[in-house]
Nanobody
Framework: QVQLVESGGGLVQAGDSLRLSCAAS????????MGWFRQAPGKGREFVAA????????YHADSVKGRFTISRDIARNTVYLQMDSLKPEDTAVYYC?????????????????WGQGTQVTVSS
């Protein structure tokens, strides 16, 4: 129904910036929520940010507030994660995900569709 493809990951130094992109295709309804999660080796999948597609309302994890910004380009069916002031603890595989408007945006189990992930590595 929905296909998600992440891109933009890479190797950067602490303090650098990176912008991740998630291109969506298929049945991407305007009532969907798009989110970013991340997962480090040996750890669970952690909420990073989310955006309501129709309204543009955003949510960010406390750990990234002021540094990361989620946004969307409606015409291109693309969601972005602008990451500034990157820290080594931001190192993880970042996943794009989609869900309907029902349920918490923070709960990874509410998301129905997932991309394959893109690696972000921040060196000190």
């Amino acid at each position: 129904q929905v296909q998600l493809v992440e891109s933009g990951g890479g190797l950067v130094q602490a303090g650098d910036s990176l912008r991740l992109s998630c291109a969506a295709s298929g049945r991407t309804f305007s009532s969907y929520v798009m989110g970013w999660f991340r997962q480090a080796p040996g750890k669970g999948r952690e909420f990073v940010a989310a955006i309501y597609w129709s309204t543009g309302t955003t949510y960010h994890a406390d750990s990234v507030k002021g540094r990361f910004t989620i946004s969307r380009d409606i015409a291109r069916n693309t969601v972005y994660l602008q990451m500034d002031s990157l820290k080594p603890e931001d190192t993880a595989v970042y996943y794009c995900a989609a869900k309907t408007n029902a349920g918490s945006v923070y709960d990874r189990y509410r998301y129905d569709y997932w991309g394959q992930g893109t690696q972000v590595t921040v060196s000190s």
